[in-house]
């Protein structure tokens, strides 16, 4: 990093570099600093035009040096030689081994700007593992602006943060007041502010038990479940032994008396402020993606199937089915939440070109930047393929390198996200595409699909994951299928949608891996395939799918839906929710929990629920 200097006009350019030649070549210098017994021979008044450090060192009429020789005792020289490069050049190179050395010579010298850079530098590598030292060595070097950087950082990643021994044992209590006082604190219920505040007394309670009062004002009373507050909040001993705190809760009774009267109240009393922190607005949302406005894009749009909000981060392409159109990829969602965009064929006009090459690309979705992030490429490019996540890692296997011609794979890869890295596992016993694949315990299924000669099979593999090995399922899918989805749900796996040679799918099939046994479900409304499905809250929601449509005296045509059915795994019954699902896509969808506040909350509310399959 450096201070731009583009803007200079010639004369100040040559005279900047000017000055910089004559301090490397140690020439019409007038003063050595000497830094841990290396000297620097430099201008007096070109280091007391950038410093005021050295300026009132300069301009005092105290002596502060003998023979024009200044000793700086508080600098190590590699931090002198970096700000002594800035002060003749306009340019410094900060790393983060170096960045902060050169922040606290700085801070000492009083150089301001080369202070900005180097909270700038900082601020932006905070991660997981450094926060803490970063946001304890803002403190003592008393800089706020850094302090509140990495706060705001440590607000967002909180409970994983702050529950850590060097948290508990260093935060002094004003920061931590302010940390349990944000709107950006990322928790779900109030009820765990309170929690954490006894668990922080808990680490030392002799000397923090009298700080519980400041404390106990961080609380946002109005947000704590009523029957948690009566049994946890009100009787506790902490809050009893204190009068403030009775107070405090006697003060909140007469509010919510008032409230419930619809009498006026104080809105600057700290017993109204009901505003949700940043984490109460995570909701477990459904998941789609495609094509966006370049090759390089993917959107990012969400569904509540509760409160049939329809959500996005990044548009789709407002055609669509045409332009920048991706096709048979993957979303996958990790145990952490991370949500993974895999492969696919991109079609930059998908209405004169239905053929392609497939992608390897994987990308990783930042919901907090509303970004896909680039993650290390598959080994193979794949479409048509199937894939699933295992913990926190991710199984891609079968599919073809490019659509519609192109030899199905056997091969299998899984990928680290700790390591950004995708290794080879062993091939599966046959090569395939357009099949089915779920994770089970500690397996993988795999279902169905097509082989070598777009054949339609009936075929069960399982993969198992500790010993990287397959075997044959001895017990086959009841009818052959491709292009369908295999669903996990409690101890059962459900097969749905597809076709084979001659029709769409309607049968739901159930395998129970216990006893390796098959059974029929109730079977779909229509003749779909292509479908997108989920399981939310144990039970299976599907979207779309393409399907022929008749018309009287017309040809048939081919056409893609984007209604919403929930199967009912324990009634064994589909009910059709709602009619349209404005940014869905049939190709995969996933369920993942998101906030809805780093998305944008569409006009359109999807609308039709209680609506029959068979009424449509």
């Not at 049994?231 to 403030?244: L, M, P, R, T, Y």
């Amino acid at each position: 990093m450096s201070e731009d200097t583009s803007g200079l006009n010639p004369q100040q350019r040559r005279l900047l570099e000017g000055l910089y030649k004559f301090y490397r070549d140690g020439q019409l210098t007038d003063v050595t600093l000497d830094v841990e017994g290396q000297e620097y021979a430099c201008n007096r008044n070109i280091l007391a035009a950038s410093s005021p450090f050295f300026r009132a060192m300069f301009t005092s009429d105290v002596k502060e040096s003998k023979d024009d020789v200044v000793l700086i005792h508080e600098i190590s020289k590699d931090a002198m030689e970096s700000l002594l490069d800035y002060i003749y050049s306009g340019k410094i190179c900060l790393t983060n081994e170096n960045v902060q050395n050169v922040f606290s010579a700085a801070n000492f010298l009083e150089m301001l700007e080369v202070v900005d850079l180097c909270i700038d530098h900082i601020s932006g590598v905070v991660n997981l593992s450094n926060c803490l030292d970063v946001f304890f060595f803002a403190v003592y070097n008393y800089c706020e602006k850094l302090k509140l950087n990495c706060g705001n950082f440590i607000l967002k990643k909180f409970p994983e943060i702050a529950e850590t021994r060097e948290f508990l044992s260093k935060i002094k209590v004003e920061d931590l007041m302010w940390f349990l006082s944000a709107d950006d604190i990322y928790v779900d219920r109030e009820e765990y502010i309170f929690e954490y505040i006894l668990k922080w007394i808990d680490f030392d309670v002799e000397t923090r038990s009298k700080l519980f009062p400041k404390l106990f004002k961080c609380l946002r009373l109005p947000l704590i479940n009523e029957e948690y507050f009566a049994e946890k909040v009100a009787s506790h001993e902490f809050v009893q032994e204190s009068s403030f705190c009775r107070g405090l809760l006697t003060s909140f009774s007469l509010f919510k008396i008032q409230q419930a009267h619809s009498l006026e109240v104080d809105v600057d009393s700290p017993f109204a402020n009901s505003t949700p922190r940043l984490g109460m607005y995570n909701r477990k949302l459904i998941v789609y993606s495609g094509g966006a406005n370049s090759a390089d894009e993917r959107s990012f749009t969400a569904f509540d199937p509760i409160s049939k909000k329809n959500y996005y981060g990044i548009k789709p392409h407002p055609s669509f089915d045409f332009k920048f159109r991706i096709d048979y990829f993957s979303l996958v969602t990790t145990e952490n939440n991370n949500i993974y965009f895999i492969g696919g064929i991109f079609y930059e006009n998908y209405h004169f070109s239905e053929t392609g090459p497939a992608e390897k690309h994987v990308f990783l979705y930042d919901e907090k930047k509303s970004k896909w992030l680039s993650r290390k490429p598959m080994g193979m490019a794949r479409c048509q393929f199937a894939a699933c996540s295992y913990g926190n890692e991710i199984y891609v296997c079968g599919g073809k390198s490019s659509h519609p011609v192109g030899e199905p794979s056997d091969t299998v890869e899984v990928f680290d996200p700790e390591i950004d890295f995708w290794t080879v596992m062993k091939p599966m016993p046959m090569a395939l595409y357009q099949h089915a694949i779920c994770c089970h315990k500690k397996a993988l299924f795999v279902f169905g699909g097509k082989d070598v000669v777009d054949e339609h099979v009936d075929n069960v593999f399982l993969f198992d994951i500790p010993t990287n090995s397959w075997c044959v399922i001895r017990s086959n899918l009841l009818k052959p299928r491709s292009e369908h989805m295999a669903l996990a749900v409690r101890d059962k796996i459900y097969i749905i949608g597809g076709g084979s040679r001659h029709s769409n799918a309607v049968e739901v099939e159930i395998y129970d891996p216990a006893t390796n046994r098959w059974k029929f479900g109730c079977d779909f409304g229509e003749e779909r395939k292509i479908m997108a499905g989920c399981v939310y809250d144990d039970q299976i929601y599907i979207t779309g799918g393409v399907r022929q449509f008749s018309r009287p005296n017309k040809p048939t045509r081919t056409v893609e839906t984007k209604d919403f059915f929930r199967y009912n795994v324990d009634l064994n019954e589909w009910q059709k929710l709602v009619r349209f699902i404005q940014y869905a896509n049939t190709q995969s969808c996933t369920v993942a929990t998101l906030n809805i506040k780093f998305l944008h909350e569409s006009d359109f509310i999807s609308v039709g629920e209680g609506i029959e399959p068979d009424e449509n």
